[in-house]
């Protein structure tokens, strides 16, 4: 098939028409479907529906150690969740605190307490600085770089490859400026491209030369068992971050994140971050002034469902199997609809929420606006870039888990049409 760009200015021409007509006939559809965010669909909250069943009136309240957990008590959470977590992120009991429901929310948290009070050990707080950094890799979560927005910092990008963040760029920047205090990580699954950290990539991390003493990694492993197949393959088999700084002499750099949102009820899961132990030591002290403790009950409720983490695993299974489908759909759809005619490029991600893809430079924003006045609502343009703002403007996330599949494929239908409308569009502007 010819790219669009080698063709003569007449086919183009002939071309645009013909996308137009076909989208002013989709327009008047009166379509209404949603695929802006990574949201779990019906059919996934209904298979954990039994965790609400498993506390009853009658039965044992009381968590493995004698703590009865609708009182105060295991102020850093249950044991038989701390086993779950430890297993997930390789940890240590004393190297993991379980919150409430939102990872998220615990973020935002630790960055706060960063900037007031200083986390790592002789760590002056942020907001005694007149300048301070952080590192986004892009395309990469818009909500995480909102948090160090919204706190003051200036966001610098950073390229993403099929390893994780550039880390040659990486570690030039953070060798040479004090002012650069951390960085964001997706590490497996990232959020939009679906990439997962080489181990390399964890290593270098881990052992980098920083500028600044109180360099911290944000490491969110929020998809840390949301594969899509039965295998996770070789490449989305992450290495240990703690355990790669602790080899590297610095076990004080890393605050690992994760939560069940997307596992058990988003909304309705467990959060939980971990750490080195002088790190945990300060945020215990912290959080002890902030609360008394996080919901038990909600702990032990995910404990007696799951059993394991071999049981929480075996339920991802179930989720991969309602996500697969729909991932394929679009995954097809693009390899139909647009490949080999030079307007768009995308991931073929193994597992997480979400595909990115890349539409013409100068196209992203059209895209999204002509989807949008069709009747399908994606995510906004720039959104997976830092201040919303995209150089290239090419970058789109695509959340295909929430709309059932029907809709999924009239949505993803209209939005390669719209694809190849901006395209031709820009194409004849240029000519």
């Not at 209404?32 to 039994?50: E, F, H, N, W, Y």
């Not at 609708?70 to 701390?82: A, M, S, T, W």
């Not at 297993?87 to 973020?107: I, P, Q, R, T, Y």
């Not at 996080?294 to 996500?323: C, I, P, S, T, V």
């Amino acid at each position: 098939m010819a790219r669009y760009s080698a063709l003569p200015q007449k086919e183009l021409e002939a071309l645009h028409r013909e996308l137009r007509a076909r989208y002013e006939s989709r327009k008047g559809m009166g379509l209404k479907l949603d695929m802006s965010r990574g949201k779990p669909a019906t059919d996934q909250l209904d298979i954990v529906m039994g965790m609400l069943d498993v506390l009853r009136s009658d039965a044992s309240l009381f968590a493995a150690d004698g703590i009865d957990c609708r009182n105060y008590g295991d102020f850093d959470g249950i044991p038989e969740c701390k086993t779950i977590f430890c297993d997930m992120l390789g940890v240590s009991f004393d190297e993991l605190f379980l919150c409430g429901n939102s990872s998220l929310a615990v973020m935002y948290d630790a960055i706060g307490k960063m900037m007031l009070h200083g986390v790592r050990p002789g760590a002056e707080p942020w907001c005694k600085l007149k300048e301070i950094k952080f590192l986004c890799p892009s395309p990469g979560y818009d909500r995480h770089f909102a948090i160090t927005e919204r706190f003051g910092f200036e966001l610098i990008p950073i390229e993403m490859g099929a390893d994780g963040p550039n880390m040659d760029q990486v570690e030039r920047l953070v060798a040479g400026d004090p002012s650069i205090k951390g960085i964001w990580c997706v590490p497996l699954y990232s959020n939009p491209t679906g990439v997962s950290y080489s181990d390399e990539t964890v290593r270098r991390l881990a052992r980098m030369r920083t500028a600044a003493s109180d360099f911290m990694i944000m490491w969110d492993n929020a998809y840390a068992i949301h594969h899509l197949y039965d295998e996770e393959k070789d490449q989305d088999r992450l290495l240990n971050i703690l355990a790669e700084c602790k080899k590297a002499g610095d076990p004080d750099r890393v605050m690992m994140f994760t939560s069940t949102s997307k596992v058990s009820f988003p909304g309705g899961g467990i959060a939980a971050f971990a750490c080195s132990k002088n790190v945990m030591k300060r945020m215990k002290k912290l959080l002890s002034i902030q609360t008394i403790g996080f919901d038990k009950l909600n702990m032990l409720r995910h404990a007696r469902y799951f059993g394991d983490y071999a049981g929480m695993r075996e339920h991802m299974k179930k989720h991969a199997a309602l996500l697969r489908p729909k991932f394929e759909t679009v995954l097809n759809a693009f390899e139909t609809e647009l490949a080999g005619k030079g307007v768009a490029e995308w991931t073929n991600p193994h597992g997480g929420y979400f595909i990115s893809l890349d539409v013409m430079d100068g196209c992203a924003k059209r895209v999204v606006q002509l989807c949008k006045d069709a009747g399908v609502s994606l995510t906004s343009a720039g959104a997976t870039y830092p201040y919303g703002v995209d150089p290239r403007d090419r970058n789109i996330r695509i959340a295909p888990t929430y709309p059932p599949i029907e809709e999924l494929e009239q949505a993803v239908s209209l939005l390669c049409l719209c694809v190849e409308l901006a395209a031709v569009e820009k194409l004849l502007h240029r000519k």
